[in-house]
Nanobody, 114 residues
Framework: QVQFVESGGDLAQPGGSLRLSCAAS????????MGWYRQAPGKQRELVAS???????DYVDSVKGRFTISRDNAKNTVWLQMNSLKLEDTAVYYC????????WGQGTQVTVSS
């Protein structure tokens, strides 16, 4: 099964930007939907953004207008551009395939703090 390695997390100030990357160990061309999830301390993991093979995107309301998900099937990579970061965006971010979940990767820590 495909495994994912997330990177790009860092400490950022409120209002700042980060770009997360997700590298897949195999082809994502067969995965109709790819998504970014996050898990904040003491909270359940939630799907925050998804993108289909055809480029259709969907976002949870809390990130709409601030985050942008994209994928490159040739590079087996998914990105999450995060702008106008807020304190509540602090979490560990993971990528996976909604509807066809595989083992979770290590995730990448995003900390938004002044």
């Amino acid at each position: 099964q495909v495994q994912f390695v997330e990177s790009g997390g860092d400490l950022a100030q409120p209002g700042g930007s980060l770009r997360l990357s997700c590298a897949a160990s195999g082809s994502i061309s067969t995965l109709y939907k790819m998504g970014w999830y996050r898990q904040a301390p003491g909270k359940q993991r939630e799907l925050v953004a998804s993108v289909t093979l055809y480029g259709t995107t969907d976002y949870v309301d809390s990130v709409k207008g601030r985050f942008t998900i994209s994928r490159d099937n040739a590079k087996n990579t998914v990105w999450l551009q995060m702008n106008s970061l807020k304190l509540e965006d602090t979490a560990v971010y993971y990528c996976n395939a909604p509807g066809r979940l595989t083992d979770w990767g290590q995730g990448t820590q995003v900390t938004v703090s002044s």
